[in-house]
């Protein structure tokens, strides 16, 4: 019923609208006493603790460069922040960097090493479903943490189709989640679509909660209120559909 109500739609950005299979295209190096090989090597002891995309993509790379294999201990990943370990006895972390909102950077302690820098691309059904939902009435939202600049290329391809797509750029977890809450006070219904670890809270707080998971079971689609096994943006039109028709019969037996 939330759901063939819903007024606002908003989506995450990396793996909702992108692929969600970020593509290592660079090792930036800051630091010349690590090496490549030694910096893959840390980052795949820490990273394949993560289900994030970046992490998948650090860990693959690592593997086909054939680094040695090392072992980490005290590994923490925060939502918002990244994560963190031990390797060979010192502290290690994998988090934004300060230098490209489309990069990971390598820390020790405090000291950025390196810059693992990503490249994503959009979905190629995504300006044909946004046009479909634009045409059901729904106000359509992005909410991400990546900077206005990235998403600039998101928002161009949506006008180009003749829509609008309300963009806030550049949000923590929790800045999410109260931008949700804000719209709700507003006696909007709002539906929010995500795919990772970072959206948990978000998809708690929306009236539905829809996520995108190809993996075992996250804090995400723990919270969400639909799970999708795949990636097909197609998936959330079935499920608009099906409610509304489902509604429509429900109300017709009355």
Do not use: C
Request: aromatic residues 6%.
């Amino acid at each position: 019923e939330k759901l063939t109500n819903t007024t606002d739609l908003i989506f995450d950005k990396t793996g909702t609208i992108t692929l969600g299979r970020p593509i290592l295209s660079k090792l930036e190096i800051f630091d010349n006493s690590f090496s490549a090989e030694k910096i893959y090597s840390i980052a795949q002891a820490i990273e394949r603790n993560s289900l994030h995309p970046f992490a998948k993509a650090i860990v693959e790379e690592a593997r086909v460069k054939g680094v040695p294999i090392m072992t980490s201990s005290e590994v923490k990943e925060k939502v918002g922040f990244g994560i963190e370990g031990i390797v060979d006895g010192e502290n290690y972390s994998l988090r934004k960097s300060v230098n490209d909102f489309n990069s990971i950077g390598f820390y020790k302690g405090e000291k950025i090493i390196a810059d693992f820098i990503f490249q994503d691309k959009v979905k190629e059904a995504f300006p044909t479903v946004a046009s479909t939902l634009k045409n059901l009435d729904l106000n359509l939202h992005i909410f991400t943490g990546d900077k206005k600049e990235n998403v600039e290329e998101i928002k161009k391809v949506i006008e180009n189709t003749g829509n609008i797509i309300s963009v806030q750029s550049e949000m923590s977890p929790e800045e999410k989640e109260k931008g949700i809450e804000k719209m709700k006070a507003e006696g909007k219904v709002v539906s929010m679509i995500g795919d990772g670890i970072n959206d948990a809270p978000a998809l708690a707080a929306a009236d539905v909660g829809m996520v995108f998971s190809n993996e075992e079971q996250t804090a995400s689609s723990v919270a969400a209120d639909i799970v999708f096994l795949t990636g097909n943006l197609d998936a959330v039109l079935s499920s608009i559909s099906i409610s509304r028709r489902t509604i429509k019969i429900a109300l017709q037996s009355i």
